[in-house]
């Protein structure tokens, strides 16, 4: 009935609800994050952007703060628009903003107290001439805390876990699926390449992005149903 359905709109009927979909899916989460989206314009429009970011580099991280919840719920909306190819963009975009919240936030702080404690570190150990040895060994750490905490978003997107259950899988599937975590950290990066070039890409770029990372993720999903599956069965088992 469903393939009927979308035979019977038209392609492009469906194009035209796709770009709707990705257009204002982008458009709640840079409202979400418009504090801060905020406070990175006014900086760039200073005589000297580097130097204002370090010197309200604690204003920047207190902002940041709001893209991990935002993050998240757009993932988990391109996650549903992948799976079921429709949407309901407002309703499910702040349900899952809802949902995932109190997770997100705590996962993206996190990372965001890592980079900044990292920053931080950086300055004070440049002062040293020894200080060389100890930046290299902050910064591989800090890559690594990054690259796990990355790939943790997504996952979380999908399921629920408990922070230290979340870590442990996103560590795992980082290291098995090293395929995925590069394109995941390549694609990361591209929006802000992008958008540095063509700044009216940032109406489109974040959930075009989003989609594409949920696609990398859909067979670390079905793996995790999978063990989630075992699991439950296991644990029947030992029951009966």
């Known amino acids: 009935m469903a393939k009927k359905r979308e035979f019977g709109e038209g392609p492009i009927h469906i194009i035209t609800n796709f770009i709707f979909w990705f257009f204002l899916s982008n458009l709640y989460f840079l409202l979400c994050i418009l504090p801060f989206a905020f406070y990175i314009v006014l900086t760039f429009m200073t005589q000297d952007p580097i130097e204002s970011f370090k010197d309200t580099s604690l204003i920047l991280f207190l902002l940041s703060l709001l893209i991990g919840p935002s993050l998240t719920a757009l993932y988990s909306t391109m996650g549903k628009l992948i799976r079921e190819k429709d949407l309901d963009v407002t309703k499910d975009f702040f349900n899952y903003y809802r949902i995932n919240f109190k997770q997100s936030f705590i996962i993206w702080s996190f990372q965001m107290i890592v980079d900044y404690l990292i920053y931080i570190n950086i300055i004070f150990y440049s002062q040293y001439s020894f ?64 958008i540095s070039y063509i700044p009216q890409a940032a109406l489109f770029i974040f959930s075009a992005i989003c989609y594409l990372i ?12 999978k063990m989630i599956e075992n ?6 088992k030992e029951v009966i």
Request: glycine share 2%.
């Open 231 to 236: 699991e439950k069965k296991s644990i029947e």
């Open 131 to 194: 200080g060389d040895y100890i930046k290299y060994v902050i910064i591989v750490i800090g890559i690594i805390i990054n690259i796990i905490c990355m790939v943790s978003l997504p996952i979380l997107s999908r399921f629920y876990f408990k922070f230290k259950d979340l870590i442990r899988c996103s560590f795992y599937f980082s290291v098995k699926k090293i395929h995925i975590t590069i394109l995941t950290i390549l694609l990361s990066v591209f929006p802000l390449v992008i």
């Open 214 to 225: 949920m696609m990398l993720f859909r067979q670390v999903v079905c793996e995790i149903e």
